[in-house]
C-alpha cells in the first residue's frame, strides 16, 4: 500500500456529512425486506448496485426514498445506524455528525419514536463498542412545506436531548433555504445547530440564503461558493466550514472528473472544507475511501490531508476541549 494511503487510513477523523439512510448497503436492504416481507424490485444486491447511476441529484433520491422503504421496525434503524459505525471504526474515524431525514419514514405511517430510538441506540452502542462519538442531525425534506417541517419540528421536542440540530436536503433547485426561513428560526429559538445543503446544485445565491435567512453554523457542500469572489472572502472571514463529498460529487456529476474537483482551490482560498462520504453505499464509498480517492485524483500533499483531517475536527460541534484533544492527537499521529 503506498506510504500517504496508509497515513489516511490510520489518521484519527471525523466525518461531518453522511445521511443514515444512504448508508444503507443493498445486502441489508435485502436482509430487512426479506424479514419485513417486503418486496424489492431487484433480483439480488448486484442488481441493485447496477441500478446505482445516476445523472443528478434527482435521479439519486428517486431511488435513495425507494430503498429507505424496507426499514420499518426500530431494528431496522439500529441495524443501519450500527453498520454505518462498525465501517467508520474500521476507518478510524473518531466522531460522526450524522443525518437523518425522519419525514421519509413518518410519512409511511413509521413513528418518529421508533426511527429516533433506534438510531440513539445504536449511536450509544458504537460510543461504547468503539469509542466512537456523535450527535445527530434532523433534516427537513426541502421538497415538502415549511408546514409540514414544522410538524417533525414539533414532533422531535420530547426528544430534543438526542439531536443537537437540524439540516436541510433533498431536491435544492427549486427550494431555496428561504423557503425554511420560519422553521430555522423556530429551530434556533429551541437551541439546536442549523446547518442546510447549499450550492450542492443550487446558485450561490442559495448559499447567501442559508447565511442571511437560516444563520447556518455549517454549510453542507458549498461547491458553487467558488462561482462568486465576494461570497468566498465572507465564507473564509465568518470562518465556517463547507462538508465537501467528493465521491457524491462524482456519483451526481457536480463534477465531470474527481481531476477537477473544486477541494484543492477551497483549501488553497483559505476555505476549511473537509471531506465527507455523504451516501456511502450509493456513491461506492466511506470516508477513508474519500480521502483516498480525492488524494489520488488531485495529489494532495500530505499536508493537506492533515488539514483536512483537522478541518473535520474544528468544524464539528464538539467542545472546544474536545476539538483541541483531537487535534493534537492527529499531530502526535503526523509526527509518527
Ligand atoms: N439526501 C441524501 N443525500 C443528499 C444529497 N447529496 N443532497 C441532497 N439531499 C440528500
Ligand atoms: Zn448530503
Same mark, same amino acid.
Given at each position: #500500500?503506498?506510504?500517504?494511503q496508509?497515513?489516511i487510513?490510520?489518521l484519527?477523523?471525523?466525518? =461531518?456529512?453522511?445521511?443514515?439512510e444512504g ?5 441489508? #436492504?435485502?436482509?430487512?425486506a ?10 439480488? @444486491?448486484?442488481e ?6 445516476f445523472n ?8 435513495y426514498y425507494?430503498?429507505?422503504c ?5 431494528q431496522?434503524f439500529?441495524d443501519?445506524t450500527?453498520d454505518?459505525?462498525?465501517?467508520m ?12 431525514? @425522519?419525514?421519509t419514514h &413518518? ?6 419514536? &421508533?426511527?429516533l430510538?433506534?438510531?440513539s441506540r445504536a %449511536?450509544?452502542?458504537?460510543?461504547k463498542?468503539?469509542?466512537?462519538s456523535?450527535?445527530l442531525? #434532523?433534516?427537513? %425534506?426541502?421538497?415538502?412545506?415549511e408546514?409540514?417541517?414544522f410538524?417533525?419540528?414539533?414532533m ?7 439531536? *443537537?440540530?437540524?439540516? %436541510? !436536503?433533498?431536491?435544492?433547485v427549486?427550494?431555496p @433555504?428561504s ?8 429551530a434556533?429559538?429551541?437551541?439546536l445547530?442549523v446547518?442546510a445543503h447549499?450550492g450542492e446544485e443550487g446558485p ?6 442559508a447565511?442571511? $435567512?437560516l444563520?447556518i453554523?455549517? *454549510? ?6 467558488l462561482e ?5 472572502e465572507?465564507?473564509v472571514? !465568518?470562518?465556517?466550514?463547507? +462538508? ?10 457536480v463534477?465531470? !472528473? ?5 477541494l484543492? +482551490? #477551497? =483549501?488553497?482560498?483559505g $476555505?476549511?472544507?473537509?471531506i465527507?462520504?455523504d !451516501? ?9 475511501k474519500n480521502?483516498?480517492? +480525492?488524494?489520488?485524483?488531485?495529489n =494532495?500533499t500530505?499536508?493537506?490531508i492533515i488539514t483536512?483531517?483537522?478541518n473535520s475536527?474544528?468544524?464539528s460541534?464538539?467542545?472546544d476541549?474536545?476539538k ?8 502526535v499521529?503526523?509526527?509518527?
Open positions: #500500500m503506498p506510504a500517504l496508509n497515513f487510513n490510520g484519527p477523523k471525523a466525518e =461531518l456529512h453522511l445521511h443514515l448508508s444503507l448497503e443493498p445486502e441489508l #436492504m435485502f436482509e430487512i426479506k424479514r419485513n416481507g417486503i418486496k424489492i424490485p431487484f433480483n439480488s @444486491p448486484e441493485v448496485r447496477a441500478a446505482y447511476k443528478n441529484l434527482q435521479e439519486f433520491l428517486d431511488i425507494q430503498g429507505a424496507v426499514l420499518i421496525h426500530e431496522d439500529y443501519l450500527f454505518y459505525l462498525k465501517k471504526k474500521a476507518d478510524n474515524c473518531k466522531h460522526v455528525e450524522v443525518f437523518f431525514d @425522519p419525514q &413518518t410519512d409511511r405511517g413509521i413513528a418518529f419514536e &421508533t426511527v430510538n433506534g438510531i %449511536l450509544d452502542d458504537g460510543k463498542q468503539f469509542g466512537i456523535s450527535f442531525i #434532523m433534516c427537513f %425534506l426541502r421538497h415538502l412545506s408546514e409540514e417541517a410538524k417533525t419540528l414539533h422531535a421536542i420530547p426528544y430534543k436531548s438526542k439531536i *443537537i440540530g437540524v439540516g %436541510l !436536503d433533498s431536491s435544492e427549486g427550494h @433555504p423557503k425554511f426561513k420560519n422553521v430555522f428560526k423556530a434556533k429559538e429551541l437551541g445547530k446547518v447549499a450561490p445565491e442559495y448559499i447567501y440564503e447565511l442571511d $435567512l444563520e453554523d455549517r *454549510i453542507d457542500h458549498g461547491n458553487r461558493c462568486d469572489t465576494a461570497l468566498v465572507r465564507i472571514n !465568518d470562518g465556517l466550514t463547507l +462538508t465537501v463529498c467528493p465521491l457524491s460529487n462524482l456519483s451526481l456529476c463534477v465531470k !472528473d474527481l481531476k477537477q474537483h473544486p484543492r +482551490t #477551497m =483549501l488553497a482560498k $476555505l476549511r472544507a473537509t465527507n462520504s !451516501d456511502p453505499a450509493y456513491f461506492g464509498g466511506y470516508l477513508n480521502y483516498n480517492e +480525492t488524494q489520488k485524483a488531485l =494532495l500530505r499536508e493537506e483536512l483531517a483537522k475536527f474544528a468544524g460541534f464538539l467542545s476541549a474536545e483541541r484533544k483531537q487535534i493534537s492527537a492527529i499531530e499521529y503526523a509526527r509518527g
